[in-house]
């Protein structure tokens, strides 16, 4: 049984510059034939990511270019008796050992010590590396390293058996192009955000005086513009609870807290873009979480494809809340499909027949997690 759980959020953000393009500028898109504010899933995965390290850092894997001087601060206390050592041999065997990982080719390391690929590597593979690289210090010194070394480097990092594998990797997946067969499929798509209403960009002049500057002598010493926008978005996520399942080989305990996690770090983890200039800390006034069986995902932003516009009086929430649930009615009625919606609603949005009331983000994800029914599933 296909089991699929998703969540949709409406979030509405002071003004602020979230998350900037390659001018600085806050991103956008057009959307239903206006342009809308929008927030990168890629964004969006990076702030979740460090929720999860919060909670537990063995979930969070490291994406980097410095696995070298990464593993030689680990590696070093281990080796430190072994016969020849020096920081410099230190050195050597690690980059050698960096340099035989690959299978499609192999990891080139440069002068500065950094590989020519962003490695995405879980706290358990690189334990697992720096295990292999110790047991293997004097031959990775030789001029040739054996086959079975580099062997036994490139499955320090979980191919097939994925029990190593982080719970943000089994989550969000990961490509390794000089190692494909390590490659990992999503149990998780995120969608990128998008406003629910049309806007504007808009500027700050900014303006700095220098503090020991002569009182008589005006004018600034500094000055610039900044972009930014206020914008409600839409957010949406879908989880396979059958594939996160597979993807932790199986561990439905901590599939679940992962699950949990991820659930909660969606709605509180905030993209960090400029908030020390604009502070918008905003939380969802709005989140529905379903959890549906045997059906295909519900993305609803087709819900916001006529940009919505309110009265002077009215909540942009409020009625984006409303649209959303609409159009989550009208889907089901044409589609139909098994499951159960539960709403955190501080927006007060009319959204009668739409899922059942939660009382609090504790109360939502307690009956999300029930609602999963862990033990029935991911056999």
């Not at 062997?151 to 089994?170: F, P």
């Not at 972009?227 to 059958?242: G, H, I």
Request: net charge neutral.
């Amino acid at each position: 049984m296909n089991t699929l759980i998703e969540i949709h959020a409406l979030q509405n953000f002071a003004p602020s510059n979230l998350n900037r393009d390659d001018t600085g500028a806050p991103k956008d898109a057009l959307f239903g034939g206006t342009r809308r504010a929008r927030v990168s899933s890629q964004c969006s995965k990076r702030a979740i990511r460090y929720f999860f390290k919060e909670q537990n850092e063995e979930w969070v894997a490291n994406r980097t270019k410095r696995i070298v001087d990464d593993l030689k601060k680990s590696v070093g206390p281990k080796v430190k008796d072994q016969k020849g050592f020096s920081e410099e041999n230190l050195g050597k065997a690690v980059e050698v050992a960096v340099s035989s990982l690959g299978s499609n080719k192999k990891v080139k390391v440069d002068k500065d010590r950094k590989t020519d690929v962003l490695l995405f590597l879980s706290p358990k593979e690189v334990d697992s590396l720096e295990v292999v690289i110790a047991e293997s210090y004097a031959d990775l010194l030789k001029a040739k390293v054996s086959d079975e070394v580099v062997k036994r480097l490139n499955d320090a990092i979980d191919g097939e058996n994925r029990s190593r594998l982080s719970v943000d990797v089994a989550l969000f997946g990961r490509m390794l192009a000089v190692m494909p067969e390590k490659n990992q499929n999503a149990a998780c798509q995120v969608a990128h955000a998008i406003s629910t209403h049309a806007v504007e960009r808009e500027f700050d002049f900014y303006t700095a005086v220098d503090d020991l500057k002569p009182e008589d002598t005006a004018g600034a010493d500094m000055m610039g513009t900044v972009e930014f926008n206020s914008a409600c978005f839409y957010r949406y996520a879908v989880v396979d609870w059958k594939k996160l399942v597979e993807n932790l080989q199986k561990d439905k305990e901590l599939a679940a807290k992962g699950l949990r996690a991820f659930l909660e770090g969606f709605v509180v983890a905030e993209p960090t873009g400029k908030q020390n200039t604009f502070a918008a800390h905003n939380p969802p006034e709005f989140v529905a979480i379903s959890v549906r069986r045997n059906s295909a995902p519900r993305n609803l932003a087709n819900a916001f494809e006529t940009a919505i516009r309110v009265r002077k009086d009215e909540s942009l929430t409020t009625r984006s809340a409303e649209e959303l649930a609409n159009k989550a009615k009208a889907l089901q009625t044409a589609f139909g499909g098994d499951g159960e919606t539960v709403v955190l609603n501080l927006a007060k949005a009319n959204i009668d027949g739409f899922g059942s009331a939660a009382t609090s983000l504790t109360d939502l994800l307690d009956r999300t997690l029930k609602e999963v029914r862990i033990d029935d599933l991911g056999e």
